[in-house]
């Protein structure tokens, strides 16, 4: 039986896959469609500490600061010490301002197929999406994965091992 995570990762496979294979053929190998925030963000607000850039992409601290340094290998971006020895600024390079016309042109034509996609679902993926996340940030997973252990074997056993499957 296939696990919820197993699935996430499947989706995700699907849809970034097609889009990082459009870049590869575009002259981008190695530019990954999770970077399009992060250039969007940098055009619009120029440079900034990867602390600010993860809080205006809307991920951790850790996540932007991975996706960066994946970033600086692919030579979209350069980092500079900051005021305060610990912080660095993430700047744009070059080779990400030429690359801009087509990061844009494929954020818009993937904004459409989001939107076909969803057309097709009983229910539109994004709007699942951003309920899950609504969810979770009301009451964290962890949380609700500590009070389904808490049940114990018998309660798994009633609820016919659902919880066991989710895993």
């Given at each position: 039986?296939?696990?919820l995570?197993?699935?996430?990762?499947?989706?995700?496979?699907?849809?970034?896959?097609?889009?990082?294979?459009?870049?590869?053929?575009?002259?981008?190998?190695?530019?990954?469609?999770r970077?399009?925030?992060?250039?969007?963000?940098?055009?619009?607000?120029?440079?900034?500490?990867?602390?600010?850039?993860?809080?205006?992409?809307?991920v951790?601290?850790?996540?932007?600061?991975?996706?960066?340094?994946?970033?600086?290998?692919?030579?979209?971006?350069?980092?500079?010490?900051?005021?305060?020895?610990r912080?660095r600024?993430?700047?744009?390079?070059?080779?990400?301002?030429?690359?801009?016309?087509?990061?844009?042109?494929?954020?818009?034509?993937?904004?459409r197929?989001?939107?076909?996609?969803?057309?097709?679902?009983?229910?539109?993926?994004?709007?699942?999406?951003?309920?899950?996340?609504?969810?979770l940030?009301?009451?964290?997973?962890?949380?609700?994965?500590?009070?389904?252990?808490?049940?114990?074997?018998?309660?798994?056993?009633?609820?016919?091992?659902?919880?066991?499957?989710?895993?």
């Open positions: 039986m296939t696990g995570g197993t699935l996430l990762r499947h989706v995700h496979e699907l849809m970034d896959g097609a889009v990082a294979e459009i870049y590869a053929e575009h002259g981008l190998p190695g530019y990954r469609p970077f399009s925030p992060y250039v969007r963000t940098l055009v619009a607000e120029g440079p900034m500490a990867i602390r600010d850039l993860a809080s205006a992409v809307g951790t601290h850790s996540a932007a600061s991975q996706t960066v340094v994946q970033m600086r290998r692919c030579e979209l971006v350069t980092l500079e010490k900051g005021a305060d020895a912080q600024i993430v700047h744009l390079t070059e080779r990400a301002r030429a690359a801009l016309p087509l990061i844009e042109a494929e954020w818009a034509a993937t904004e197929a989001v939107g076909e996609l969803d057309g097709e679902l009983p229910v539109p993926l994004t709007e699942v999406l951003r309920a899950t996340v609504a969810a940030e009301r009451r964290p997973f962890r949380a609700r994965v500590e009070a389904a252990r808490a049940l114990g074997p018998a309660a798994r056993a009633e609820a016919g091992g659902a919880l066991d499957s989710r895993a």
